[in-house]
């Protein structure tokens, strides 16, 4: 089955230094997904990207999915306490299912 | 609107005990899902429904039932519980296979 692997683990960053997670699929996707999930919350919905290539942003964020739609990544510059919370990709492929990625855990060193 | 909807918010059960979980929506979504979460291993799909009265199973079905009588409630039963389903378990629902609403999660704990 469909298996999506996200690295790193986790991440421990400066405070305003900048940090990239990565995510990389065993299959083609027909989107990728991005949740953040603060500490003791649930999963919320940041940004979906659909097109080989397609590159979004959002604020201090920024998301890419590759060319042959199996791998995507999250750059977040000049990371802030906000930011912290454990980051999750998760592929569709047109099934009506996502596979969620491990996620990347991000604390903030102030 | 609520969003999505979880009960209970936290449960403790032996081992061998039986539950239910209720997800509730008031968005209309058609589509309705379970996962659980565990460290280190993201969030696994139970089950999910793509409309009332419809169910498939996920990555993780073993142990776990299912049912979407009404399109706005998807309930996931555990018959007899194992430590092994110690866990949190969040419901999300749909629009279209896209934007996933997730709920604010029910903590398990089986002993």
């Known amino acids: 089955g469909q298996q999506v692997m996200q690295i790193p683990q986790y991440q421990h960053v400066q405070e305003g230094e900048d940090f990239t997670t990565y995510c990389n699929s065993s299959t083609t996707l027909s989107n990728i997904q991005w949740y953040k999930q603060r500490p003791g919350g649930h999963p919320v919905f940041l940004i979906q990207?659909?097109?080989?290539?397609e590159v979004k942003k959002q604020k201090r964020l920024t998301f890419q999915f590759g060319e042959a739609k199996k791998n995507s990544s999250l750059h977040i510059t000049a990371t802030q306490t906000t930011d912290v919370g454990t980051y999750f990709c998760?592929?569709?492929?047109?099934?009506?299912?996502?596979?969620f990625g491990a996620g990347t855990t991000v604390t903030v060193r102030a | 609107n609520a969003g999505v909807t979880q009960t209970p918010k936290f449960r403790v059960l032996k081992t061998g005990q039986s539950m239910t979980l209720l997800c509730a929506q008031d968005?209309?979504?058609?589509?309705m899902y379970w996962y659980r979460q565990d460290p280190g291993m993201g969030l696994r799909l139970i089950h999910y429904?793509?409309?009332?009265?419809?169910?498939a199973k996920g990555e993780v079905p073993d142990g776990y039932n299912v049912s979407r009588l009404k399109k706005q409630n998807f309930l996931l039963g555990l018959e007899s519980a194992a430590p092994s389903q110690t866990s949190v378990y969040f419901c999300a629902s749909s629009y279209s296979p896209e934007t996933q609403y997730f709920g604010p999660g029910t903590r398990l704990l089986v002993l």
């Open positions: 429904s793509v409309g009332e009265g419809t169910t």
């Open positions: 968005m209309n979504h058609e589509y």
């Open positions: 998760a592929g569709g492929t047109n099934d009506y299912k996502l596979s």
């Open positions: 990207l659909v097109k080989s290539g």
